[in-house]
């Protein structure tokens, strides 16, 4: 089993970054496709961003394109998510967790497991 914890939240003016870490330990081989989505108060859960067992392929939900960037480190068992000119509507918990099929096979929570317990993120204005 692998336990994902993710920090690097906190509170930011609106246009600041912010660089979310998702660490992974337990059982971090066979090497898994990573995602990080975000749930603001009474919403549900959304995609963020994604990236491949190599690292070599990312995907990312429209409105963050261009301003999030996900990486990993497989020799650290960690993935990261650089945000950039954040806005007030990036407010959110935001979450991490392994693409449950060992690749990337699509944007649904569901296709993801292992959940960290999430970091908030507050953006003011």
């Known amino acids: 089993q692998v336990q994902l914890v993710e920090s690097g939240g906190g509170l930011v003016q609106a246009g600041g970054s912010l660089r979310l870490s998702c660490a992974a330990s337990?059982?971090?081989?066979?090497?898994?496709?990573m995602g990080w989505f975000r749930q603001a108060p009474g919403r549900e859960r959304e995609f963020v961003a994604a990236?491949?067992?190599?690292?070599?392929?990312?995907y990312y939900a429209d409105s963050m394109k261009g301003r999030f960037t996900i990486s990993r480190d497989n020799a650290k068992n960690t993935v990261y998510l650089q945000m950039n000119s954040l806005k007030p509507e990036d407010t959110a918990v935001y979450y991490c967790?392994?693409?449950?099929?060992?690749?990337?096979?699509?944007?649904?929570?569901?296709?993801?497991?292992?959940w960290g317990q999430g970091t908030q993120v507050t953006v003011s204005s």
């Open positions: 967790a392994k693409a449950l099929r060992g690749y990337y096979s699509g944007s649904s929570p569901g296709d993801f497991g292992s």
């Open positions: 337990g059982r971090t081989f066979p090497i898994n496709a």
């Open positions: 990236i491949t067992r190599s690292g070599i392929s990312t």
